[in-house]
């Protein structure tokens, strides 16, 4: 499947390449992600290029949709990744999205959700849509809540002890 860039203002959203390694090693070992996201043991450029195809390029294929790297337009330069996440345990996909510290705080992130969300509605057809995170993390709740989610549940994943707040685009 052909998946095209989504554009806002200020942001171009595309497709993962293993070429994007470098920046994925500096995301998944920044504080924000290894805080609210979780080590994923990734310690070399070479770990986040084996991520990269094993975790999101398959997700195009399989499902027609998967995760973007987020470009600041006006630098080229990655800030950050917003995409929709099928999981097999979950009868819904969901939202999720992660960024660099120097980029939080500034808009990126409400920006390519939303955009991700229209694009999931109006083009992939997909109505509801969820979203996951921790009670700590009141920036991705606010950032949800602006987004229009609402936090229906309690959920835990398959294999996992830590309880994480449910969100949806629809009402339990």
């Known amino acids: ?3 095209q860039p989504l ?3 200020r942001l171009v959203l595309r497709k993962i ?11 998944f070992n920044s504080e924000g992600w290894l805080r609210y996201i979780g080590n994923r043991n ?5 770990d986040a290029e084996k991520q990269i195809t094993k ?12 995760s973007y790297l987020v470009i600041e337009k006006a630098t080229q330069l990655p800030i950050g990744t917003c995409g929709i996440y099928k999981r097999d345990n979950l009868e819904y996909p ?6 660099l ?21 109006t083009v992939l057809k997909i109505d509801t849509i969820y979203a996951f995170t921790v009670k ?37």
């Open 136 to 172: 700590e993390n009141t920036a991705s709740i606010g950032l949800l809540k602006k987004l229009g989610l609402q936090c229906i549940d309690t959920y835990v994943f398959p294999g996992e002890t830590e309880k994480l707040l449910l969100f949806s685009t629809s009402k339990a």
């Open 94 to 99: 969901d939202i999720g999205f992660a960024f």
């Open 1 to 3: 499947m052909n998946i």
């Open 7 to 9: 554009k806002t203002e």
């Open 17 to 27: 390449e293993v070429t994007d390694a470098p920046f994925f090693f500096e995301l």
């Open 55 to 66: 975790k999101y390029i398959p997700s195009y294929t399989t499902n027609g949709y998967g």
């Open 101 to 121: 510290p120097d980029f939080t705080g500034k808009g990126f992130g409400f920006e390519a959700a939303f955009k991700v969300l229209h694009h999931s509605k």
């Open 42 to 46: 990734i310690q070399t450029v070479a």
